[in-house]
């Protein structure tokens, strides 16, 4: 009995072992990170060979349509865009986990730049991109770099304005002209509410996409959610401004309650449902695709600079824009790089990707074209592409940190729950939020004194020859 | 008689004679220890190895994520960093993690929501589907089980133009009776009523589905005698029906709670992934979100393992239950 006993602990022991032992062996295997001294250094070669880079819908298309004018200039590199589904970004850092599977060149939100830049699995463009610097907005140069190096190059930038109806402000009579604040566009807003009997509404402004707003309006008053130092601070004057703006334009009756990209929020750009849209230069890529083309003295679209906060304030903000990235397990990375600068880095390839799909130049020598103040038939012959340039280089800077995607996650999340509520007043909705975001990310909220953002800097003198 | 096992030949890796101070140290004991174990399984190794490919699968695709969950539930990792051991510290933050109660909550009130409607509308439309007059049967059945097989998009956008805010199907309706249009998806009180309602249309028919085949496994001999002593549709319904359709609610009540707390794409495309504000998150959905996208694999690899016990427990219940039922039976 005894032995056998003993036969069955040994038994017992010898598989726990061989178990542990696969486990382990198996868990060594699937966390190995890729050599990465096995990549060739970047420019060391000749861009030769095969490249597939990773893109979504009109971006992707843009991309496809500058590749014959790359291989042209670099023959022996041969570029597959892959238009991958829906999530790409997770999918991408699964590839990047896993070692296998990523791409030589992806696509990444400029938002979620710096998450991936600091997992130290992009390929250091320092030595290679360094030098273009001064030819991009410092706002998105910013969100590229990590301890002074670059890790990813901006593509398309997203400068906003008001996307409007010419034939619903004119039936209503409001001038787009007079629109200087958004106290002047909640205004006209009540006044296309008021004379269409509650048909038409002037924005679209859903519970579930306050964040993007208040982002935007975040840039207009000078606010941060991160601090220089990577802490909270958001609980300020300046974003509890932009907080006041946000509760105006829900609560004076002039928004309609629809989700970003849902059927009734697409319906408005051909019914009569929404009169304007507040947004980013890439959405009129999205109109233009959704609504048939009216050119010229037919045209219903148009566009006015974002209103300000106050009279002669700022009029200008970014939301979105992308960047491409280089993974660093990347075979190819010399074809990579050649692919990235020309899309990026050039005239030609940026004013290639506008004048095919509207993606606005995040590369300054781009918005010196003529190509800019060329009128847009699709805006009853507006300089669209000038007025989207106006005073880029003084879009606020916000401090995107690896913790941004979180963060704004979060965010939404308080102030939908916050309107949905009734917006309450004198609840401390900032304060609250801070503290819960401290909680969810492990980060102190900074001290009140050092949440005041030093003065918008001029834009450097290097930009400034570019520009002019 | 006895039978000499199949390869009943000496093991090849047989040992020579071991001495007590080998067998002293840890090492050499294990090694003593695989080698006996080798020693008695080798005469039945075509055995082994016919079963060894279900092992093999079993290990890299089962037995290793479950324990390389539970090593990730005691680690900061997200993926691409070098993983940091952080002791129980994943699970004294899940302890005071706010938003996974609500969620926990939130798969509670759903679940209350649309289980009750469900279950009921689906005994209903298996009990017509049963009966002997209803004519154009496979017609029925197949309309009813259409939901839970349309594909999510098609969903999503039908949803949100019946559940729009200014421009609704049902809030248009709810005018034209001179009643006030509900923030279906933009309240936080609608939005999981909204969902609920999107899941008692998906999976009504799937439940259909197997009541039906739970009525049709009730002899026939039961109703008729029923009949003869005089007992009416309703007591026939209450005294046969449904003593004898228990077990099979009972497992439509254990999908429904699983269902219920991984429950994804509804609410990913109806009130885009748990809004507004956390009124709509799941368990599931908050899992998803922890995962891909915060990147957080050890405290979700945390919640998880915590969830799964739980749900693991409920289930030992649910099947304990059952089993009494049946020895009384």
């Not at chain 1, 060594?28 to 893109?55: K, M």
């Not at chain 1, 800077?397 to 941004?404: A, F, H, K, M, V």
């Not at chain 1, 909680?439 to 570019?466: K, N, Q």
């Not at chain 2, 000499?4 to 004679?17: D, H, I, T, Y």
């Amino acid at each position: 009995m005894v032995a056998f006993v003993r036969h069955r602990r040994s038994r017992a022991i010898a598989l726990s072992a061989a178990a542990v032992g696969v486990a382990a062996a198996v868990a060594g295997c699937s966390i190995a990170l890729p050599d990465r001294t096995a990549a060739a250094p970047i420019g060391a070669a000749a861009p030769r060979g095969p490249i597939t880079v990773w893109s979504w819908n009109v971006a992707a298309k843009a991309l496809q349509a500058l590749t014959p004018g790359f291989e042209q200039r670099d023959p022996a590199v041969r570029v597959t865009v892959d238009m991958t589904g829906a999530r790409m970004s997770t999918r991408f850092m699964l590839s990047l986990m896993a070692g296998v599977g990523a791409p030589d060149v992806s696509q990444l939100l400029m938002t979620d730049a710096p998450h991936y830049i600091a997992t130290h699995r992009l390929m250091d463009l320092t030595p290679v991109a360094a030098k273009y610097e001064p030819m991009f907005p410092p706002a998105q140069w910013r969100s590229c770099m990590l301890d002074g190096r670059v890790y990813a190059i901006p593509w398309d930038t997203g400068p906003c304005a008001v996307f409007y109806r010419r034939d619903l402000f004119a039936r209503y009579g409001v001038d787009p002209a007079r629109i200087e604040t958004w106290d002047d566009y909640i205004r006209a807003g009540q006044t296309i509410v008021s004379r269409s009997g509650g048909r038409t509404r002037m924005l679209p402004l859903g519970v579930n996409d306050l964040e993007s707003m208040l982002e935007i309006l975040l840039q207009q008053t000078h606010g941060q959610i991160f601090d220089n130092q990577g802490r909270i601070a958001l609980d300020s004057p300046q974003a509890r401004q932009a907080l006041d703006v946000i509760r105006r334009l829900r609560s004076a009756g002039i928004r309609s309650d629809v989700a970003a990209y849902g059927p009734e929020w697409m319906a408005g750009f051909s019914g009569d449902s929404i009169a304007s849209y507040p947004g980013a230069v890439w959405l009129a890529g999205t109109i233009k695709d959704t609504v048939p083309e009216v050119a010229g003295e037919k045209a219903v679209w148009g566009v006015f600079r974002l209103p300000a906060i106050t009279p002669g304030g700022v009029r200008v903000a970014n939301s979105g824009g992308s960047v491409l990235v280089i993974p660093e397990a990347c075979p190819n990375p010399d074809a990579a790089w050649a692919f990235v600068q020309y899309a990026l880095c050039t005239t030609q390839g940026q004013l290639d990707q506008y004048r095919s799909s509207s993606l606005y130049p995040s590369f300054l020598p781009a918005l010196r074209s003529s190509v800019m103040d060329q009128p847009d038939p699709f805006f009853a012959n507006q300089p669209v592409g000038r007025l989207f340039a106006t005073d880029i280089t003084k879009i606020w800077r916000l401090n995107r940190t690896s913790d941004w995607g979180e963060a704004t996650t979060y965010i939404q999340e308080g102030l939908s729950h916050w309107a949905s509520c009734g917006m309450p007043v004198g609840e401390d909705v900032l304060g609250e939020m801070s503290r819960k975001l401290s909680e969810r990310l492990d980060i102190p909220v900074a001290p009140s004194s050092d949440r005041v953002p030093v003065a918008l800097a001029a834009p450097s003198t290097r930009i400034r020859t570019v520009l002019e | 008689m006895s039978s000499e096992p199949l390869g009943s030949a000496a093991p090849p890796f047989a040992a020579g004679s071991r001495s007590p101070r080998q067998v002293a140290t840890p090492s050499r004991a294990a090694s003593a220890a695989l080698r006996d174990w080798l020693r008695s399984v080798w005469p039945y190794r075509h055995f082994y190895l016919f079963i060894a490919p279900f092992f093999l699968f079993f290990a890299v695709f089962g037995l290793y994520p479950l324990l390389f969950s539970l090593y990730l539930s005691f680690v900061k990792w997200d993926g691409l960093t070098p993983m940091h051991w952080v002791g129980l510290s994943n699970f004294r933050m899940m302890l005071r993690d706010e938003v996974l109660a609500r969620a926990l909550w939130n798969t509670l009130v759903i679940g209350l929501l649309y289980v009750p409607p469900m279950m009921i509308l689906a005994l209903l439309f298996a009990q017509l589907l049963n009966a002997q007059w209803l004519k154009l049967k496979a017609f029925y059945r197949a309309a009813l089980f259409l939901p839970c097989v349309t594909p999510m998009v098609v969903i999503a956008i039908v949803f949100g133009l019946i559940f729009g805010a200014d421009r609704g199907v049902l809030n248009d309706l709810l005018i034209a009776m001179h009643l006030r249009a509900v923030p279906w998806l933009t309240s936080e009180e609608w939005s999981k009523v909204s969902v609920a309602i999107l899941v008692v249309w998906r999976w009504t028919g799937y439940n259909m589905i197997l009541l039906l085949a739970g009525l049709q496994g009730i002899p026939a001999d039961y109703y008729e005698a029923a009949e003869v002593d005089g007992a009416g549709p309703t007591q026939r319904m209450w005294f046969i029906t449904l003593p004898l359709l228990r077990p099979t609610f009972r497992f439509c009540m254990l999908l429904s709670l699983l269902g219920t707390l991984y429950m994804f794409d509804e609410i990913f495309v109806l009130t885009g992934g748990g809004g507004p504000g956390t009124s709509s998150l799941n368990f599931g959905m908050y899992l998803f979100s922890l995962s891909f996208d915060d990147f957080k694999f050890g405290y979700a690899s945390c919640v998880a393992y915590t969830i799964a016990i739980l749900v693991f427990v409920g289930t030992l219940i649910v099947n304990r239950l059952n089993r009494a039922e049946q020895v009384e039976g």
